[in-house]
């Protein structure tokens, strides 16, 4: 132990989808916290239910050792948000928190750790308000958090859907077919865009740009004409086509289950049959994008950030979030980003680089 800490003990969770690196960043969080500043760690079982249900215990460097690489979590984690009420009223809301901070209390944490997307750093922004002392850690496929250049799992998944979109060439080749490969990515196409850079895509779409069936398929079109026998669509779970960009969520809501249709991949393969004639199959990668072990870079930027979220430990700066700022890692202060994520924007350079070796937005 080198250095004297402001918090003694502290608990760690880890909260909404999982994404390949959050034991690495566990990892970096307790080896730091417990080596070199001799903290005592308490880990919080699957996410805010495990604080609001008291599901916890003290984690011995034999729980953090060999684990960096290894995929999910050690903790398991929930979809829990302890401040959305699930019936009419807020009654639920109130008792959730209110045992939050009973058992915040009664495990004797100066601070609580959580890694998270959008929705667990803003949960961990609404307990900071209430007056505990929290410290973010930013996780996510989807690489979609505002305050930081990257999450971690963004990369591994990036390797996951470029290396499905190789192999899906060479079937879409052998048979001239068209190709749609639906990856996640509701609300923002980070992932989409950059997997179908990486892996060559003729049709990247994004929720970002609402796109028109009649542009894909002149562009398809346009590419049997010169000789290509097959294309690649790469198409973001979350992408709209202009008509539906132009309705209310509910309105779309009813649109999307009256065509019963899985998802977007099946109902993009069958718009593109119907406008081009061409053979077209879908696939949908879904949660294979998550599982497995994390990229070299992903374990990287998970240590980084998790000894990172250690010394903000040691230091008591409570109510921030780690994050990668450029080359270096920094913080911001946790905010409540109220349904604020970072998205693609218009003019990003990746899809200005698309666009210019020839992909089709959809626009
Ligand atoms: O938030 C990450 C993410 O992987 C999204 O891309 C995807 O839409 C969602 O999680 C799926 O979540 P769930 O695990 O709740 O089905």
Known sequence: ???RSVTKTFGILTAGGDCPGLNAAIRGVCRAAYDRYGMKIVGIANGYRGL???DARVLKPEDFSGILTRGGT???TSREKPFKASGGDNGDIV??????????????LDCLVVLGGNGTNTTGCLLAREGLNIIGLPKTIDNDIVGTDRTFGFNSALAIGTDAI???????????????????????????LYAGVAGGGDV????????????????????????KTFSIVVVAEGALSVAEAGMDKKERKRYRAETAIPSIAYRLAREIEEETGMETRATALGYVQRGGIPSASDR?????????????????RYGRMVALQGND?????????????KTVPGDHYMIDTAVAVGTCMGE
Do not use: C, F
């Open 95 to 108: 008792e959730k928190v209110g045992a939050i901070k009973e058992n915040y209390r009664e495990l004797g």
């Open 300 to 316: 990287v930027l998970a240590t980084s950030l998790g000894t990172a979220a250690a010394d903000l430990l040691a230091r008591g």
């Open 329 to 341: 890692i920094g913080s911001v202060e946790l905010s409540v980003p109220e349904g604020k994520i």
């Open 204 to 227: 990247i779409l994004i929720p970002e740009i609402p796109y028109n069936i009649k542009i894909i398929g002149r562009h398809l079109i346009n590419r049997a004409k010169s000789g």
């Open 74 to 76: 050690i903790l398991g």
């Open 52 to 54: 609001i249900e008291k």
């Open 166 to 192: 190789d192999r899906l060439h060479s079937t879409a080749q052998s048979h001239n077919r068209v190709m749609v490969i639906e990856l996640m990515g509701h609300k923002a196409g980070w992932l989409a």
């Open 1 to 3: 132990m080198d250095y």
